[in-house]
């Protein structure tokens, strides 16, 4: 019965990751829960999963990442790379070596965070649209995550998983002989042709797609017996069925840019306005003030200089995911205002504070310049203008990678192991200032670290249940009729489909022990099948939901759903024909 309570559990975990409707790690938290009541794990040790060493690893690893990234070594080779005019492919090759070598140290998002605004300014100058770039870098992010330990969490959970069956645990570089032989062979297939399969946007297209919003911002005057007179701007509701945000007030040519909830509104005050035309129209005849136009009854544009208009893609670990900006009272809390949003390639106009946020929608903010790049910082969300290229100092750059070579020497040589020598690491670069404290638990994917730790107990059940057992003599059954390297195959593929469709952490915990399973009915060593699953759980090149940097890509670069079968299609077609050779020729059966 233990197995079949496993399966049902296991069944709802891949529908909820699959439908995508209640978060990761809320889905893991479930399935934990699940376990327990059904008494499949004792209550005492159902949270043991978060000191699981492969746990602890992973957030140590998200600190470090960010003490990199902070450091501005992308940046450095931007300030190169933008100074030469090179050929499209040399650019594109560039990008993407720079991802995948920086994915093979640090988590794949940051990587990829780091490069994206570099991408898009580089396709802005060449007059390229900055879906060329985008899909391209973000699969080399997944490419460069196989190749080192610490690479992605899947790696880690493998090697964790390995030192449970074998009291041996796979080191920092054995994932290098088939990872970089299997991103070397992506890289170039990326660019010398793979490109040419991603959808281009015309300039027709860029045209139409990007936000255009004069139409939705207008400047209306409070006249005499207009109803907002010495009322509050925390009234405004009052006038409008709709949505109406105020950006600014022009009172005697001086303007007030984003007032406060008790600024009182005075006569012939100018107020700038933005919603749907339907909404101000109402809102006009409601409030009985009169339309301006563009410019104000003098004929002057009055505006101050340091206020600009930025567009930033919402990040996976942003703290304004599934909240709206009514709810977060964004133009107070962060001192900006909403203009626009942007979801896969569609404008979102009407009653924007009304929406939720979600990963990778691209927002039109307003704010002061001088401010504005700490405002979405503190929102989770990364600028896609050329402000986001900040050069970092040099100290900084030899400092932070100093302590990074540190960490690495200490686990190469044994005398610490990974989660200890990066937990230091993690500590000399907030003492050393690499990057202010405040920023300590921010640099932590924390659904990620929830999902690991919930997530953990369900591959154990799977395996002490029988469930994995079970699984692999059904694949089994086909051993007579293939040979071993097609039931390794089989794995590589499994693994390679649930990527795509739920996370890789959470599909390398549900495919080890059913590797490991079908690794010991065939008699053979089960490190070959463990490298299946930690390759197949990288190879998320399908869909924008399996990992978060194709969600990170999908707005910025206007791509369809479809978009990725296009490139990542081939792309795992070929990592099967060169991946199973490579994992047999290191690591026989």
Known sequence: MEKEIVFGILLLAIFLFSWGKIRYDLVAIICLLLLVVTGLIPADESFNGFAHP????????????????????????????????????????????????????????????????????????????????????????????MTTLIGTPPNIIISTFMAEQNGEKFSMFDFAPVGVGLAVVGLLFIILIGWRLVPKRSSNEDEKNKFKINDYITEVKIIENSKLIDEPHRSIHQFTKGNIQILNIIRDKQMTYAPSRNYIFRENDVITIQGDPDDIKSFIDDSKTALVGKDNET????????????????????NIVDTTAAQLHLSYRYGINLLAISRQNQNIRKRIDHVKFQVGDVLLVQGDEDKIDEALERMGCLPLADRGLNLGQPKKILLSFGIFALSLALIISGLLPVQIAFTI??????????????????????PVIILLGALLPLGTALETS????????????LKDTLPAWGILAMVLIITMFLSDIINNAATVVLMAPIAVNIATGMQANIEPFLMAVAIGGSCAFLTPIGHQSNTLVMGPGGYKFTDYLKLGAPLEILILLVGIPLILLFWPL
Request: aromatic fraction near 6%; charged fraction near 15%; glycine fraction near 8%.
């Open 54 to 145: 492969a746990v602890i690893t992973v957030a140590m690893i998200l600190i470090v990442s960010h003490g990199l990234a902070k450091s501005g070594l992308i940046e450095w080779i931007a300030k190169i790379l933008l100074g030469k005019k090179l050929p499209f492919t040399v650019q594109l090759a560039i990008l993407c070596g720079m991802v995948c070598v920086a994915s093979a140290f640090m988590n794949n998002v940051g990587a990829l965070a780091m490069t994206m605004p570099l991408a898009i300014h580089i396709a802005n100058k060449n007059g390229e649209s900055p879906s060329s770039y985008l899909m391209p870098i973000s699969f080399a992010s997944l490419l460069g995550g």
């Open 299 to 318: 004929g002057e544009e009055i505006k101050p200089e340091n206020i600009s208009l930025v567009e930033a893609v919402v990040m996976s670990n942003s």
């Open 425 to 446: 690491a993690a500590l000399l670069m907030v003492l050393l200032k690499i990057f202010p404290i405040r920023e300590l638990y921010k640099a932590i994917d924390w």
């Open 466 to 477: 029988g469930g994995a057992g079970w699984i692999a003599d059904k694949i089994l059954i």
